[in-house]
Protein backbone atom coordinates (compact mmCIF):
# COMPACT_ATOMS: atom_id res chain seq x y z
CA UNK A 1 0.00 0.00 0.00
CA UNK A 2 0.99 3.61 -0.47
CA UNK A 3 2.50 5.70 2.50
CA UNK A 4 -0.58 7.79 4.05
CA UNK A 5 -0.49 11.47 3.61
CA UNK A 6 1.14 13.42 6.35
CA UNK A 7 -1.18 15.29 8.06
CA UNK A 8 -0.73 18.50 9.13
CA UNK A 9 -1.95 19.37 12.99
CA UNK A 10 -1.87 22.79 14.21
CA UNK A 11 -2.48 23.96 17.36
CA UNK A 12 -3.53 27.66 18.19
CA UNK A 13 -0.48 29.24 19.54
CA UNK A 14 1.00 27.89 15.41
CA UNK A 15 -2.32 29.41 14.25
CA UNK A 16 -2.00 32.45 15.74
CA UNK A 17 1.39 32.77 14.55
CA UNK A 18 0.02 32.35 10.88
CA UNK A 19 -2.36 35.03 11.10
CA UNK A 20 0.32 37.55 11.92
CA UNK A 21 -0.15 39.96 8.95
CA UNK A 22 -3.09 38.16 7.06
CA UNK A 23 -5.59 40.88 5.65
CA UNK A 24 -8.38 39.11 7.06
CA UNK A 25 -10.80 41.78 5.30
CA UNK A 26 -9.51 41.44 1.70
CA UNK A 27 -9.46 37.37 2.49
CA UNK A 28 -13.59 37.57 3.51
CA UNK A 29 -14.08 40.10 0.50
CA UNK A 30 -12.93 37.26 -1.56
CA UNK A 31 -14.65 34.43 -0.46
CA UNK A 32 -18.08 36.05 -0.29
CA UNK A 33 -17.15 37.14 -3.86
CA UNK A 34 -16.97 33.61 -4.69
CA UNK A 35 -19.28 32.59 -3.46
CA UNK A 36 -21.70 34.70 -5.48
CA UNK A 37 -20.02 33.92 -8.64
CA UNK A 38 -20.91 30.65 -7.66
CA UNK A 39 -17.94 28.89 -7.88
CA UNK A 40 -18.27 27.57 -4.01
CA UNK A 41 -20.08 24.51 -3.27
CA UNK A 42 -21.59 24.88 0.20
CA UNK A 43 -24.35 22.64 1.43
CA UNK A 44 -27.00 23.84 4.42
CA UNK A 45 -25.48 23.86 7.74
CA UNK A 46 -25.63 20.97 10.01
CA UNK A 47 -27.33 22.35 13.82
CA UNK A 48 -27.29 20.98 16.88
CA UNK A 49 -28.84 23.08 19.64
CA UNK A 50 -29.07 22.55 23.30
CA UNK A 51 -30.53 23.56 26.08
CA UNK A 52 -28.91 22.93 29.82
CA UNK A 53 -26.22 23.92 29.76
CA UNK A 54 -27.93 26.48 26.66
CA UNK A 55 -25.54 26.16 24.04
CA UNK A 56 -25.36 25.30 19.78
CA UNK A 57 -23.02 23.76 17.63
CA UNK A 58 -22.70 24.42 13.95
CA UNK A 59 -20.98 22.89 10.81
CA UNK A 60 -20.47 24.05 8.05
CA UNK A 61 -18.98 22.61 5.25
CA UNK A 62 -18.21 22.64 1.06
CA UNK A 63 -15.55 23.53 -1.63
CA UNK A 64 -14.44 25.65 -4.13
CA UNK A 65 -14.67 24.41 -7.64
CA UNK A 66 -11.36 25.98 -8.15
CA UNK A 67 -9.61 24.06 -5.20
CA UNK A 68 -8.09 21.39 -4.11
CA UNK A 69 -9.70 21.04 -0.73
CA UNK A 70 -12.91 20.25 0.85
CA UNK A 71 -13.47 21.22 4.48
CA UNK A 72 -15.43 20.84 7.48
CA UNK A 73 -15.59 23.21 10.16
CA UNK A 74 -17.21 22.50 13.68
CA UNK A 75 -18.07 25.34 15.93
CA UNK A 76 -19.52 25.80 19.13
CA UNK A 77 -21.03 28.65 21.78
CA UNK A 78 -21.64 27.78 25.73
CA UNK A 79 -23.13 30.50 26.56
CA UNK A 80 -22.81 29.87 30.18
CA UNK A 81 -18.85 29.28 29.90
CA UNK A 82 -17.81 33.05 30.94
CA UNK A 83 -19.11 32.18 34.24
CA UNK A 84 -16.69 29.21 34.38
CA UNK A 85 -13.66 31.29 33.23
CA UNK A 86 -14.11 29.51 29.83
CA UNK A 87 -14.15 30.99 26.48
CA UNK A 88 -17.41 30.97 25.16
CA UNK A 89 -16.22 29.36 21.94
CA UNK A 90 -14.66 26.66 20.41
CA UNK A 91 -14.00 24.21 17.44
CA UNK A 92 -11.70 23.36 14.75
CA UNK A 93 -11.33 22.51 11.08
CA UNK A 94 -10.55 19.53 8.96
CA UNK A 95 -8.83 19.82 5.69
CA UNK A 96 -9.58 17.08 3.39
CA UNK A 97 -7.64 16.36 -0.48
CA UNK A 98 -10.86 16.90 -2.88
CA UNK A 99 -9.32 14.33 -5.28
CA UNK A 100 -8.80 11.70 -2.59
CA UNK A 101 -10.42 12.09 0.40
CA UNK A 102 -7.16 11.89 2.65
CA UNK A 103 -7.47 13.99 5.92
CA UNK A 104 -4.62 16.58 5.03
CA UNK A 105 -4.84 18.56 7.94
CA UNK A 106 -6.20 19.32 11.24
CA UNK A 107 -6.50 23.08 12.13
CA UNK A 108 -7.49 23.10 16.18
CA UNK A 109 -8.18 26.76 16.35
CA UNK A 110 -10.21 26.38 18.88
CA UNK A 111 -12.95 28.67 17.29
CA UNK A 112 -10.21 31.32 16.79
CA UNK A 113 -10.75 31.45 12.80
CA UNK A 114 -14.91 31.49 13.09
CA UNK A 115 -14.23 34.62 15.51
CA UNK A 116 -11.88 36.19 13.29
CA UNK A 117 -13.68 35.81 10.13
CA UNK A 118 -17.14 36.45 11.66
CA UNK A 119 -15.91 40.32 12.34
CA UNK A 120 -14.13 40.41 9.35
CA UNK A 121 -17.16 40.17 7.56
CA UNK A 122 -18.46 42.49 9.40
CA UNK A 123 -15.74 44.93 8.35
CA UNK A 124 -16.17 44.10 4.95
CA UNK A 125 -20.35 44.87 5.12
CA UNK A 126 -18.98 48.51 7.06
CA UNK A 127 -16.70 49.30 4.41
CA UNK A 128 -19.38 48.68 1.64
CA UNK A 129 -22.07 50.09 3.65
CA UNK A 130 -21.36 52.18 6.56
CA UNK A 131 -21.50 55.93 6.54
CA UNK A 132 -18.15 57.22 5.32
CA UNK A 133 -17.69 58.86 8.79
CA UNK A 134 -19.06 57.87 11.87
CA UNK A 135 -18.47 59.83 15.41
CA UNK A 136 -19.37 56.78 17.66
CA UNK A 137 -19.26 53.06 16.82
CA UNK A 138 -22.80 51.46 18.56
CA UNK A 139 -22.67 47.44 19.73
CA UNK A 140 -25.39 45.07 21.47
CA UNK A 141 -23.66 42.90 23.12
CA UNK A 142 -20.37 42.21 25.60
CA UNK A 143 -19.23 38.90 24.49
CA UNK A 144 -16.18 38.06 21.80
CA UNK A 145 -17.83 39.49 18.88
CA UNK A 146 -18.52 42.80 20.59
CA UNK A 147 -15.20 42.73 21.42
CA UNK A 148 -13.82 41.65 17.65
CA UNK A 149 -15.86 43.63 15.56
CA UNK A 150 -15.32 46.95 16.76
CA UNK A 151 -11.38 45.81 16.49
CA UNK A 152 -11.62 44.83 12.97
CA UNK A 153 -14.02 48.05 11.65
CA UNK A 154 -10.96 49.96 12.40
CA UNK A 155 -9.19 49.10 9.45
CA UNK A 156 -12.04 50.42 7.54
CA UNK A 157 -14.52 52.84 9.50
CA UNK A 158 -11.36 54.29 11.97
CA UNK A 159 -13.39 55.55 15.43
CA UNK A 160 -12.38 54.58 19.19
CA UNK A 161 -16.04 56.04 20.66
CA UNK A 162 -18.27 53.04 21.20
CA UNK A 163 -21.48 52.79 22.68
CA UNK A 164 -22.45 49.56 24.53
CA UNK A 165 -24.98 47.88 25.64
CA UNK A 166 -25.68 44.68 27.15
CA UNK A 167 -28.44 42.89 29.11
CA UNK A 168 -26.26 42.13 32.15
CA UNK A 169 -24.62 45.51 33.91
CA UNK A 170 -21.29 43.24 35.11
CA UNK A 171 -20.78 42.36 31.93
CA UNK A 172 -21.01 45.68 30.20
CA UNK A 173 -18.77 47.29 32.77
CA UNK A 174 -16.28 44.19 31.99
CA UNK A 175 -16.56 44.91 28.39
CA UNK A 176 -16.40 48.49 29.02
CA UNK A 177 -12.88 47.46 31.01
CA UNK A 178 -11.28 45.80 28.14
CA UNK A 179 -11.77 48.13 25.39
CA UNK A 180 -10.16 51.13 27.31
CA UNK A 181 -7.58 48.86 28.04
CA UNK A 182 -7.56 48.99 24.19
CA UNK A 183 -7.65 52.72 23.80
CA UNK A 184 -10.95 52.49 23.30
CA UNK A 185 -13.17 55.46 24.67
CA UNK A 186 -16.69 53.74 25.79
CA UNK A 187 -19.98 54.63 27.26
CA UNK A 188 -22.23 52.48 28.85
CA UNK A 189 -25.59 53.06 27.11
CA UNK A 190 -29.37 52.20 29.14
CA UNK A 191 -30.52 50.69 26.09
CA UNK A 192 -30.72 49.66 22.80
CA UNK A 193 -32.54 52.42 21.99
CA UNK A 194 -30.32 54.76 22.81
CA UNK A 195 -27.60 53.41 21.20
CA UNK A 196 -29.40 53.61 17.77
CA UNK A 197 -29.79 57.12 18.86
CA UNK A 198 -26.17 58.02 19.38
CA UNK A 199 -24.44 55.86 16.57
CA UNK A 200 -25.36 55.71 13.01
CA UNK A 201 -22.78 52.88 12.55
CA UNK A 202 -24.36 49.62 14.98
CA UNK A 203 -23.11 45.76 15.65
CA UNK A 204 -25.65 43.90 17.13
CA UNK A 205 -23.89 40.62 18.63
CA UNK A 206 -25.97 38.58 20.51
CA UNK A 207 -27.69 35.57 20.93
CA UNK A 208 -31.35 37.26 21.25
CA UNK A 209 -33.97 35.28 20.76
CA UNK A 210 -36.46 38.59 20.79
CA UNK A 211 -36.11 41.92 18.91
CA UNK A 212 -33.51 44.43 20.48
CA UNK A 213 -33.50 46.88 17.75
CA UNK A 214 -36.86 48.48 16.56
CA UNK A 215 -37.38 50.43 13.38
CA UNK A 216 -38.74 53.54 15.42
CA UNK A 217 -35.07 53.55 17.23
CA UNK A 218 -33.11 54.16 13.53
CA UNK A 219 -32.04 57.13 12.86
CA UNK A 220 -31.60 58.06 9.11
CA UNK A 221 -28.14 57.45 8.08
CA UNK A 222 -27.69 54.49 9.94
CA UNK A 223 -25.46 51.02 8.72
CA UNK A 224 -26.51 48.14 10.68
CA UNK A 225 -24.21 44.96 10.73
CA UNK A 226 -26.26 41.96 12.80
CA UNK A 227 -23.88 39.03 13.41
CA UNK A 228 -26.02 36.92 16.37
CA UNK A 229 -28.99 35.61 14.80
CA UNK A 230 -27.27 32.93 12.78
CA UNK A 231 -29.80 30.44 13.48
CA UNK A 232 -33.83 29.95 12.99
CA UNK A 233 -34.73 30.82 17.03
CA UNK A 234 -32.69 34.20 17.23
CA UNK A 235 -33.59 37.32 16.16
CA UNK A 236 -32.01 41.00 16.69
CA UNK A 237 -33.76 43.36 14.48
CA UNK A 238 -37.47 43.86 14.13
CA UNK A 239 -38.94 42.28 11.06
CA UNK A 240 -39.71 46.33 9.92
CA UNK A 241 -36.04 47.12 10.10
CA UNK A 242 -35.54 44.09 7.12
CA UNK A 243 -38.73 45.37 5.55
CA UNK A 244 -38.32 49.32 5.19
CA UNK A 245 -34.19 49.67 4.79
CA UNK A 246 -32.85 51.14 1.88
CA UNK A 247 -30.81 48.47 1.72
CA UNK A 248 -30.65 45.01 2.75
CA UNK A 249 -27.89 42.79 2.18
CA UNK A 250 -26.50 38.99 3.51
CA UNK A 251 -24.05 36.61 2.68
CA UNK A 252 -26.22 34.01 1.25
CA UNK A 253 -29.90 34.09 -0.39
CA UNK A 254 -30.76 30.75 0.16
CA UNK A 255 -29.23 30.30 3.75
CA UNK A 256 -30.74 33.64 4.78
CA UNK A 257 -34.51 32.38 3.95
CA UNK A 258 -34.77 30.08 6.85
CA UNK A 259 -32.33 31.68 9.29
CA UNK A 260 -32.47 34.81 11.47
CA UNK A 261 -33.60 38.19 10.37
CA UNK A 262 -34.74 37.36 6.84
CA UNK A 263 -36.52 34.06 7.93
CA UNK A 264 -38.52 36.28 10.60
CA UNK A 265 -39.13 38.95 8.61
CA UNK A 266 -40.03 37.13 5.08
CA UNK A 267 -40.96 33.45 6.16
CA UNK A 268 -38.96 32.02 3.25
CA UNK A 269 -41.18 34.17 1.02
CA UNK A 270 -38.76 33.59 -2.01
CA UNK A 271 -39.98 36.95 -3.51
CA UNK A 272 -39.09 39.31 -0.40
CA UNK A 273 -35.55 37.42 -0.54
CA UNK A 274 -34.85 38.34 -4.22
CA UNK A 275 -34.73 42.13 -2.65
CA UNK A 276 -31.79 41.02 -0.37
CA UNK A 277 -28.56 41.58 -1.85
CA UNK A 278 -25.42 39.49 -1.79
CA UNK A 279 -22.44 41.25 0.10
CA UNK A 280 -20.31 39.38 -2.78
CA UNK A 281 -22.21 40.84 -5.17
CA UNK A 282 -21.41 44.17 -3.87
CA UNK A 283 -17.85 43.29 -3.48
CA UNK A 284 -17.69 42.47 -7.18
CA UNK A 285 -19.40 45.15 -8.50
CA UNK A 286 -22.50 43.04 -9.65
CA UNK A 287 -24.77 45.17 -7.17
CA UNK A 288 -24.13 48.84 -5.52
CA UNK A 289 -23.25 49.38 -1.76
CA UNK A 290 -24.85 52.68 -0.01
CA UNK A 291 -25.70 55.18 -2.35
CA UNK A 292 -26.69 58.11 -0.07
CA UNK A 293 -26.04 59.98 2.88
CA UNK A 294 -29.42 58.67 4.58
CA UNK A 295 -29.76 55.41 3.54
CA UNK A 296 -30.53 53.13 5.94
CA UNK A 297 -28.40 49.99 5.14
CA UNK A 298 -28.44 46.47 7.41
CA UNK A 299 -26.36 43.59 6.73
CA UNK A 300 -27.38 40.45 8.30
CA UNK A 301 -25.31 37.46 8.04
CA UNK A 302 -25.41 33.78 9.55
CA UNK A 303 -22.00 32.74 8.42
CA UNK A 304 -20.82 30.46 5.28
CA UNK A 305 -18.37 27.86 4.84
CA UNK A 306 -16.77 29.56 2.38
CA UNK A 307 -15.06 31.76 4.75
CA UNK A 308 -13.70 28.43 6.75
CA UNK A 309 -12.39 27.27 3.91
CA UNK A 310 -10.89 30.41 2.88
CA UNK A 311 -9.46 30.85 6.64
CA UNK A 312 -7.92 27.31 6.45
CA UNK A 313 -6.58 27.48 2.72
CA UNK A 314 -4.53 30.90 3.72
CA UNK A 315 -3.42 29.47 6.66
CA UNK A 316 -2.12 26.53 5.22
CA UNK A 317 -0.18 28.18 3.02
CA UNK A 318 1.80 30.18 5.36
CA UNK A 319 4.44 28.74 7.34
Not at 41 to 50: A, K, M, R, T, W
Amino acid sequence: MPAATPITILELPQIEQRLEGLDLVGLMEEAFAAFSRGEAVIPSPGELLLSDPPGEVHIKYGYLTGGDTYVVKIASGFWNNPALNLSSSDGLLLVFRKATGELMAVLNDRGRLTDLRTAAAGAVAAKHLAPTSVDAIGVLGTGIQAELQIRLLQSVRPCRNVVVWGRDPARASAYAERMRNQDFIVDIARSPAEVADRCRLIVTATASAAPLLHWRDVRSGTHITAIGADSADKQELDEAIIRKADIVVTDSRVQARSRGEFGHAYDNDASSMSKVVEIGEIVSGEAGGRGGADQITVSAFSGLAVQDIAMATAILKRS
